[in-house]
């Protein structure tokens, strides 16, 4: 069983930067591929970024390759998402996912979740 708290959204303007962070709970984190999601209101939730359990292997969206990052330090059993050049857009509740079976875009085929970290783009 794996626990995530995601922390570190909040409101900053555009073109701004915020990092995330997931910390796990659990003696078996390094073993998950990790990804990050997030929801706007009125929307589905939509893939963000993913990463290997070894840090690898990386997936972006579409939209976020090229201003987001992601990365773990399966040492402190921490995922990041580092966001630069922040759009309104990208206003929206941010998810930590965990997933055992390995490297997906898919939020049905992560098995643990975080409660969510706002994060509100300013114009």
């Known amino acids: 069983q794996v626990q995530l708290v995601e922390s570190g959204g909040g409101l900053v303007q555009a073109g701004g930067s915020l990092r995330l962070s997931c910390a796990a709970s659990g003696r078996t984190f390094s073993s998950y591929t990790m990804g990050w999601f997030r929801q706007a209101p009125g929307k589905e939730r939509e893939f963000v970024a993913s990463i290997a359990w070894n840090g690898a292997i990386t997936y972006y969206g579409d939209t976020m390759e090229g201003r987001f990052t992601i990365s773990r330090d399966n040492a402190r059993n921490t995922v990041y998402l580092q966001m630069k050049s922040l759009k309104p857009g990208d206003t929206a509740v941010y998810y930590c996912?965990?997933?055992?079976?390995?490297?997906?875009?898919?939020?049905?085929?992560?098995?643990?979740w975080g409660q969510g970290s706002q994060v509100t783009v300013s114009s």
């Open positions: 996912a965990a997933n055992w079976q390995g490297l997906s875009r898919m939020s049905r085929e992560y098995e643990h």
